[in-house]
Protein backbone atom coordinates (compact mmCIF):
# COMPACT_ATOMS: atom_id res chain seq x y z
CA UNK A 1 0.00 0.00 0.00
CA UNK A 2 1.46 3.24 -0.73
CA UNK A 3 0.90 7.19 -0.71
CA UNK A 4 0.93 7.32 3.22
CA UNK A 5 2.54 10.58 5.31
CA UNK A 6 5.12 10.69 7.65
CA UNK A 7 5.79 8.14 10.05
CA UNK A 8 5.10 10.06 13.45
CA UNK A 9 7.91 9.22 16.06
CA UNK A 10 6.65 9.36 19.83
CA UNK A 11 10.06 10.32 22.03
CA UNK A 12 10.50 8.31 24.96
CA UNK A 13 7.47 6.13 24.15
CA UNK A 14 6.76 3.22 27.54
CA UNK A 15 6.41 -0.12 26.59
CA UNK A 16 2.31 -0.41 27.12
CA UNK A 17 0.40 3.07 26.13
CA UNK A 18 -2.52 2.03 28.25
CA UNK A 19 -3.74 -0.73 31.07
CA UNK A 20 -5.76 -2.92 28.89
CA UNK A 21 -2.22 -3.47 26.19
CA UNK A 22 -0.51 -4.76 29.15
CA UNK A 23 -3.40 -7.10 29.64
CA UNK A 24 -4.55 -8.31 26.30
CA UNK A 25 -0.35 -9.14 26.06
CA UNK A 26 -0.22 -11.53 28.87
CA UNK A 27 -3.78 -12.66 27.63
CA UNK A 28 -2.14 -13.27 24.49
CA UNK A 29 0.67 -15.31 26.13
CA UNK A 30 -1.16 -17.41 28.67
CA UNK A 31 -3.44 -18.72 25.48
CA UNK A 32 -0.25 -19.07 23.42
CA UNK A 33 0.97 -21.65 26.34
CA UNK A 34 -2.06 -23.31 26.75
CA UNK A 35 -1.86 -24.62 22.99
CA UNK A 36 -5.05 -22.83 21.95
CA UNK A 37 -3.49 -20.01 18.96
CA UNK A 38 -0.39 -20.56 16.83
CA UNK A 39 1.75 -17.79 15.36
CA UNK A 40 0.42 -18.11 11.46
CA UNK A 41 -3.06 -18.25 12.55
CA UNK A 42 -3.01 -15.52 14.72
CA UNK A 43 -1.43 -13.85 11.91
CA UNK A 44 -4.02 -14.74 9.63
CA UNK A 45 -6.76 -13.67 12.10
CA UNK A 46 -5.38 -9.75 11.72
CA UNK A 47 -4.84 -10.37 8.28
CA UNK A 48 -9.04 -10.80 8.23
CA UNK A 49 -9.18 -7.56 9.80
CA UNK A 50 -12.03 -5.07 7.99
CA UNK A 51 -9.33 -2.93 6.18
CA UNK A 52 -10.69 0.59 7.40
CA UNK A 53 -10.79 -0.89 10.90
CA UNK A 54 -7.32 -2.43 10.56
CA UNK A 55 -5.87 0.94 9.23
CA UNK A 56 -7.74 2.55 12.34
CA UNK A 57 -6.82 0.86 15.03
CA UNK A 58 -3.82 0.57 17.28
CA UNK A 59 -1.56 -2.93 17.30
CA UNK A 60 -2.92 -4.13 20.32
CA UNK A 61 -6.41 -3.52 18.91
CA UNK A 62 -5.03 -5.84 16.42
CA UNK A 63 -3.94 -7.93 19.16
CA UNK A 64 -7.83 -8.45 20.37
CA UNK A 65 -9.74 -8.53 17.35
CA UNK A 66 -7.76 -10.90 15.67
CA UNK A 67 -7.58 -13.34 19.50
CA UNK A 68 -11.36 -13.06 19.81
CA UNK A 69 -11.99 -14.17 16.26
CA UNK A 70 -10.33 -17.42 16.84
CA UNK A 71 -11.64 -17.96 19.93
CA UNK A 72 -15.25 -17.04 18.45
CA UNK A 73 -14.13 -19.89 15.34
CA UNK A 74 -12.51 -22.14 17.73
CA UNK A 75 -16.14 -22.46 19.54
CA UNK A 76 -14.49 -20.74 23.04
CA UNK A 77 -16.57 -18.03 23.40
CA UNK A 78 -19.48 -16.92 21.06
CA UNK A 79 -19.88 -14.20 19.18
CA UNK A 80 -23.22 -12.88 20.62
CA UNK A 81 -22.02 -13.25 24.05
CA UNK A 82 -18.58 -10.74 23.45
CA UNK A 83 -21.26 -8.33 21.62
CA UNK A 84 -23.36 -8.36 24.46
CA UNK A 85 -21.42 -8.04 27.21
CA UNK A 86 -18.90 -5.57 25.30
CA UNK A 87 -22.09 -3.19 23.49
CA UNK A 88 -20.43 -4.21 20.01
CA UNK A 89 -17.22 -6.45 19.09
CA UNK A 90 -16.02 -5.99 15.75
CA UNK A 91 -14.59 -9.38 14.55
CA UNK A 92 -12.24 -10.24 11.42
CA UNK A 93 -13.81 -11.39 8.15
CA UNK A 94 -14.31 -14.79 7.71
CA UNK A 95 -11.42 -17.04 5.55
CA UNK A 96 -11.73 -16.81 2.08
CA UNK A 97 -9.87 -19.95 1.38
CA UNK A 98 -10.53 -23.41 2.77
CA UNK A 99 -7.97 -25.93 3.59
CA UNK A 100 -8.03 -27.53 0.42
CA UNK A 101 -7.29 -24.67 -1.54
CA UNK A 102 -3.56 -24.40 0.17
CA UNK A 103 -0.53 -25.37 -2.98
CA UNK A 104 0.78 -28.02 -1.64
CA UNK A 105 4.12 -28.34 -1.22
CA UNK A 106 7.20 -30.87 -1.79
CA UNK A 107 9.94 -29.72 0.44
CA UNK A 108 13.47 -31.64 -0.87
CA UNK A 109 15.96 -32.49 1.88
CA UNK A 110 18.47 -30.45 0.98
CA UNK A 111 18.18 -26.65 0.25
CA UNK A 112 17.25 -25.88 -4.29
CA UNK A 113 18.92 -22.85 -4.00
CA UNK A 114 22.80 -21.81 -2.56
CA UNK A 115 23.85 -18.17 -2.20
CA UNK A 116 24.22 -16.21 -5.50
CA UNK A 117 21.56 -17.84 -7.58
CA UNK A 118 19.69 -15.92 -9.63
CA UNK A 119 15.65 -16.48 -8.57
CA UNK A 120 12.49 -14.80 -9.67
CA UNK A 121 9.72 -15.11 -7.16
CA UNK A 122 6.52 -17.23 -8.67
CA UNK A 123 2.98 -15.65 -8.96
CA UNK A 124 0.38 -16.27 -7.21
CA UNK A 125 -3.74 -16.08 -7.02
CA UNK A 126 -3.20 -17.57 -3.20
CA UNK A 127 -5.91 -14.81 -1.43
CA UNK A 128 -4.89 -16.68 2.26
CA UNK A 129 -2.15 -16.48 4.71
CA UNK A 130 1.21 -15.92 2.95
CA UNK A 131 4.67 -14.76 4.22
CA UNK A 132 5.40 -13.68 0.37
CA UNK A 133 5.00 -9.84 0.28
CA UNK A 134 3.15 -8.65 -3.20
CA UNK A 135 5.88 -6.10 -3.94
CA UNK A 136 8.40 -9.04 -4.45
CA UNK A 137 6.17 -11.26 -6.75
CA UNK A 138 6.84 -11.63 -10.07
CA UNK A 139 10.59 -9.55 -9.30
CA UNK A 140 13.84 -11.33 -9.87
CA UNK A 141 16.46 -11.64 -7.27
CA UNK A 142 19.80 -13.04 -5.68
CA UNK A 143 19.88 -15.31 -2.88
CA UNK A 144 22.17 -14.08 0.19
CA UNK A 145 20.98 -16.42 2.81
CA UNK A 146 20.23 -19.77 2.95
CA UNK A 147 18.35 -20.09 6.10
CA UNK A 148 17.15 -23.30 7.87
CA UNK A 149 14.10 -25.24 7.35
CA UNK A 150 10.48 -23.58 8.56
CA UNK A 151 6.98 -24.57 8.65
CA UNK A 152 5.30 -23.11 5.47
CA UNK A 153 3.04 -20.78 6.98
CA UNK A 154 0.08 -22.05 4.38
CA UNK A 155 -0.25 -25.14 5.35
CA UNK A 156 0.46 -23.94 9.35
CA UNK A 157 -2.10 -20.95 8.67
CA UNK A 158 -4.80 -23.32 6.73
CA UNK A 159 -4.31 -26.95 7.70
CA UNK A 160 -2.91 -26.91 10.82
CA UNK A 161 0.25 -29.09 9.23
CA UNK A 162 3.86 -28.59 9.60
CA UNK A 163 5.66 -29.27 6.60
CA UNK A 164 8.99 -27.50 6.75
CA UNK A 165 11.08 -26.17 3.81
CA UNK A 166 14.61 -24.16 3.21
CA UNK A 167 14.11 -20.13 3.53
CA UNK A 168 16.27 -17.74 2.31
CA UNK A 169 17.28 -14.05 2.24
CA UNK A 170 17.05 -12.78 -1.22
CA UNK A 171 18.35 -9.56 -2.27
CA UNK A 172 16.22 -7.23 -5.00
CA UNK A 173 17.94 -4.18 -6.32
CA UNK A 174 16.01 -0.87 -6.09
CA UNK A 175 15.31 -0.36 -9.60
CA UNK A 176 13.74 -4.80 -9.93
CA UNK A 177 11.06 -3.40 -7.55
CA UNK A 178 10.20 0.10 -8.55
CA UNK A 179 11.34 0.60 -12.06
CA UNK A 180 12.81 4.08 -12.49
CA UNK A 181 11.87 5.10 -9.34
CA UNK A 182 14.12 3.35 -7.61
CA UNK A 183 16.73 4.73 -5.49
CA UNK A 184 20.22 4.64 -6.68
CA UNK A 185 22.33 2.21 -4.44
CA UNK A 186 19.50 1.06 -2.33
CA UNK A 187 18.25 -2.72 -2.02
CA UNK A 188 15.50 -4.76 -0.13
CA UNK A 189 16.39 -7.88 0.88
CA UNK A 190 13.63 -10.08 1.79
CA UNK A 191 13.19 -13.59 3.62
CA UNK A 192 11.29 -16.45 1.30
CA UNK A 193 10.31 -19.79 1.80
CA UNK A 194 11.55 -21.71 -1.32
CA UNK A 195 7.95 -22.52 -2.84
CA UNK A 196 7.81 -19.02 -3.35
CA UNK A 197 10.98 -19.23 -5.58
CA UNK A 198 11.26 -20.20 -9.11
CA UNK A 199 15.09 -20.47 -10.80
CA UNK A 200 15.48 -17.70 -13.27
CA UNK A 201 15.54 -18.68 -16.97
CA UNK B 1 -6.32 14.14 25.25
CA UNK B 2 -8.95 14.51 23.18
CA UNK B 3 -13.05 13.40 24.26
CA UNK B 4 -12.81 11.22 20.84
CA UNK B 5 -9.58 9.23 22.31
CA UNK B 6 -11.30 8.93 25.21
CA UNK B 7 -14.19 7.58 24.05
CA UNK B 8 -12.61 5.11 21.84
CA UNK B 9 -10.53 4.14 24.48
CA UNK B 10 -13.42 3.10 26.36
CA UNK B 11 -15.05 1.01 23.46
CA UNK B 12 -12.21 -1.53 23.57
CA UNK B 13 -11.55 -1.19 27.55
CA UNK B 14 -15.29 -2.91 27.31
CA UNK B 15 -14.35 -5.12 24.62
CA UNK B 16 -11.02 -6.88 26.19
CA UNK B 17 -12.91 -6.66 29.41
CA UNK B 18 -15.26 -8.76 28.08
CA UNK B 19 -13.10 -11.23 26.46
CA UNK B 20 -11.30 -11.79 29.74
CA UNK B 21 -14.20 -12.27 31.52
CA UNK B 22 -16.10 -14.90 29.18
CA UNK B 23 -12.18 -16.53 29.21
CA UNK B 24 -11.66 -16.25 33.20
CA UNK B 25 -15.36 -18.10 33.52
CA UNK B 26 -14.25 -20.99 31.77
CA UNK B 27 -10.82 -21.20 33.68
CA UNK B 28 -8.74 -20.12 30.72
CA UNK B 29 -7.01 -17.20 31.91
CA UNK B 30 -3.92 -17.74 33.97
CA UNK B 31 -2.82 -14.71 35.69
CA UNK B 32 0.60 -16.25 36.95
CA UNK B 33 1.68 -16.69 33.07
CA UNK B 34 0.33 -13.18 32.06
CA UNK B 35 2.20 -11.49 34.97
CA UNK B 36 5.64 -13.35 34.16
CA UNK B 37 4.54 -12.10 30.55
CA UNK B 38 4.64 -8.62 31.19
CA UNK B 39 6.83 -8.17 34.15
CA UNK B 40 9.43 -9.85 31.20
CA UNK B 41 8.70 -7.38 28.90
CA UNK B 42 8.37 -4.49 30.89
CA UNK B 43 11.89 -5.12 33.08
CA UNK B 44 14.33 -7.68 31.26
CA UNK B 45 14.03 -7.34 27.45
CA UNK B 46 14.82 -4.41 26.05
CA UNK B 47 17.54 -2.41 24.19
CA UNK B 48 20.06 -2.46 27.09
CA UNK B 49 20.57 -6.32 25.66
CA UNK B 50 21.37 -5.29 22.43
CA UNK B 51 23.56 -2.62 23.24
CA UNK B 52 25.60 -5.20 25.35
CA UNK B 53 25.65 -7.35 21.76
CA UNK B 54 27.14 -4.50 20.21
CA UNK B 55 29.71 -3.15 22.42
CA UNK B 56 30.85 -6.31 22.74
CA UNK B 57 31.52 -6.57 19.00
CA UNK B 58 33.32 -3.16 19.21
CA UNK B 59 35.82 -3.91 21.73
CA UNK B 60 36.37 -8.18 20.67
CA UNK B 61 36.85 -9.07 17.29
CA UNK B 62 36.64 -12.43 17.22
CA UNK B 63 33.31 -12.17 19.16
CA UNK B 64 32.55 -9.56 15.97
CA UNK B 65 33.46 -12.26 13.68
CA UNK B 66 30.71 -14.90 15.57
CA UNK B 67 28.12 -12.53 15.73
CA UNK B 68 28.24 -11.74 12.08
CA UNK B 69 28.73 -15.57 11.14
CA UNK B 70 26.52 -17.22 13.58
CA UNK B 71 24.46 -14.71 15.38
CA UNK B 72 22.17 -16.47 17.26
CA UNK B 73 24.89 -18.69 19.24
CA UNK B 74 26.85 -15.48 19.62
CA UNK B 75 24.19 -13.21 21.19
CA UNK B 76 23.72 -16.63 23.16
CA UNK B 77 26.96 -16.21 24.57
CA UNK B 78 25.52 -12.76 26.73
CA UNK B 79 22.91 -14.52 28.05
CA UNK B 80 20.39 -13.57 25.75
CA UNK B 81 17.52 -15.48 23.29
CA UNK B 82 14.11 -17.21 23.38
CA UNK B 83 10.48 -16.23 21.47
CA UNK B 84 11.53 -13.80 18.30
CA UNK B 85 15.34 -14.22 18.72
CA UNK B 86 15.90 -17.90 18.12
CA UNK B 87 16.94 -17.18 14.73
CA UNK B 88 19.03 -14.20 14.55
CA UNK B 89 21.11 -12.17 11.74
CA UNK B 90 23.43 -9.13 12.56
CA UNK B 91 24.21 -6.78 9.59
CA UNK B 92 27.26 -4.20 9.58
CA UNK B 93 26.71 -1.02 8.86
CA UNK B 94 30.41 0.16 6.94
CA UNK B 95 31.58 3.44 5.50
CA UNK B 96 29.84 2.06 2.26
CA UNK B 97 26.90 0.39 3.49
CA UNK B 98 24.04 1.44 5.80
CA UNK B 99 21.20 -1.63 7.42
CA UNK B 100 18.19 -0.92 7.66
CA UNK B 101 15.13 -3.37 9.07
CA UNK B 102 11.86 -3.28 8.75
CA UNK B 103 8.56 -5.63 8.51
CA UNK B 104 6.13 -4.91 5.78
CA UNK B 105 3.91 -7.81 6.82
CA UNK B 106 3.65 -7.43 10.08
CA UNK B 107 5.89 -5.94 13.17
CA UNK B 108 8.31 -9.09 13.21
CA UNK B 109 11.30 -7.28 16.09
CA UNK B 110 14.04 -9.25 17.46
CA UNK B 111 12.58 -9.46 21.40
CA UNK B 112 15.27 -10.61 23.27
CA UNK B 113 17.64 -7.55 22.26
CA UNK B 114 15.61 -4.96 21.53
CA UNK B 115 12.44 -5.89 23.22
CA UNK B 116 8.99 -4.72 21.85
CA UNK B 117 8.98 -2.52 19.02
CA UNK B 118 7.72 1.58 19.30
CA UNK B 119 4.30 2.12 17.69
CA UNK B 120 6.14 3.76 14.64
CA UNK B 121 7.91 0.59 13.87
CA UNK B 122 4.66 -1.01 13.44
CA UNK B 123 3.12 1.72 11.82
CA UNK B 124 1.39 1.49 8.25
CA UNK B 125 3.49 4.81 6.55
CA UNK B 126 6.74 3.00 8.15
CA UNK B 127 5.94 -0.58 6.92
CA UNK B 128 5.29 0.82 3.13
CA UNK B 129 7.44 3.80 2.85
CA UNK B 130 11.00 2.15 4.26
CA UNK B 131 11.28 -1.09 1.74
CA UNK B 132 9.96 2.10 -1.22
CA UNK B 133 12.26 5.09 -0.29
CA UNK B 134 14.34 4.00 2.26
CA UNK B 135 16.90 7.34 1.54
CA UNK B 136 13.76 9.78 1.94
CA UNK B 137 12.04 8.59 4.84
CA UNK B 138 15.85 7.97 7.03
CA UNK B 139 16.02 11.71 5.65
CA UNK B 140 12.39 12.51 7.35
CA UNK B 141 13.68 10.57 10.06
CA UNK B 142 16.33 12.49 10.99
CA UNK B 143 19.04 10.00 9.54
CA UNK B 144 20.87 11.42 6.77
CA UNK B 145 22.50 8.98 4.60
CA UNK B 146 25.32 10.01 2.10
CA UNK B 147 23.92 9.48 -1.27
CA UNK B 148 26.70 7.14 -2.50
CA UNK B 149 26.10 5.09 0.69
CA UNK B 150 24.69 1.40 -0.29
CA UNK B 151 21.26 1.46 1.51
CA UNK B 152 20.31 -2.19 2.28
CA UNK B 153 16.40 -2.69 3.88
CA UNK B 154 16.15 -6.26 5.06
CA UNK B 155 12.06 -7.01 5.34
CA UNK B 156 11.97 -9.97 8.13
CA UNK B 157 9.02 -11.53 5.94
CA UNK B 158 10.28 -15.24 7.47
CA UNK B 159 11.72 -16.33 11.00
CA UNK B 160 15.05 -14.70 11.13
CA UNK B 161 14.97 -11.46 12.81
CA UNK B 162 17.70 -8.80 12.51
CA UNK B 163 20.39 -6.85 14.59
CA UNK B 164 22.13 -3.82 12.78
CA UNK B 165 25.36 -3.64 14.03
CA UNK B 166 26.23 0.19 14.19
CA UNK B 167 29.57 1.38 13.17
CA UNK B 168 31.46 2.49 16.43
CA UNK B 169 31.67 6.25 16.83
CA UNK B 170 35.07 8.11 16.22
CA UNK B 171 36.61 9.29 19.64
CA UNK B 172 35.84 6.42 21.45
CA UNK B 173 39.26 4.66 21.45
CA UNK B 174 39.68 5.02 25.52
CA UNK B 175 35.96 4.25 26.18
CA UNK B 176 35.27 1.00 28.14
CA UNK B 177 32.83 -1.99 27.16
CA UNK B 178 29.95 -0.37 29.63
CA UNK B 179 30.41 3.03 28.42
CA UNK B 180 30.11 2.16 24.53
CA UNK B 181 26.72 0.32 25.70
CA UNK B 182 25.84 3.24 27.11
CA UNK B 183 26.21 5.00 23.59
CA UNK B 184 24.35 2.70 21.67
CA UNK B 185 20.56 3.53 20.73
CA UNK B 186 17.37 1.34 20.20
CA UNK B 187 17.52 3.57 16.66
CA UNK B 188 20.90 2.45 15.99
CA UNK B 189 20.06 -0.96 15.62
CA UNK B 190 16.86 -0.59 14.07
CA UNK B 191 18.84 0.96 11.42
CA UNK B 192 16.91 4.51 11.82
CA UNK B 193 19.48 6.69 13.48
CA UNK B 194 23.79 6.60 13.16
CA UNK B 195 25.81 7.15 16.04
Known amino acids: MQGFGPVEVEPDEPVFHEDWERRIFGLMGSLMTKGLLNGPTFRHSIERMDPAHYLTSSYYEHWMTGVATLLVENGVVSAEELDRRAGGFPLSRPATVGPDDVPTAAPGEEPRFSVNDEVRVRASSFTGHTRCPDYVRGRRGTIVRVDDAFPIPELEAHRDEVVREFTYGVRFEASELWGDGGGDVEAVSVDLYESYLEAQA | ?195
Open chain 2, 1 to 195: MSEHHTRAVSDIERRVEALEELLAEQGLVDAEVIDAAVELFSNDLGPMNGAKVVARAWVDEEYRQRLLDDATPAIGELGFGGPEGDHMVVVENTPQVHNVVVCTLCSCYPWPVLGLPPVWYKSPPYRARMVREPRRLLAEMGCAVPDDMEIRVWDSSAEMRYLVLPERPDGTDGASEEELAEMVTRDSMIGVARL
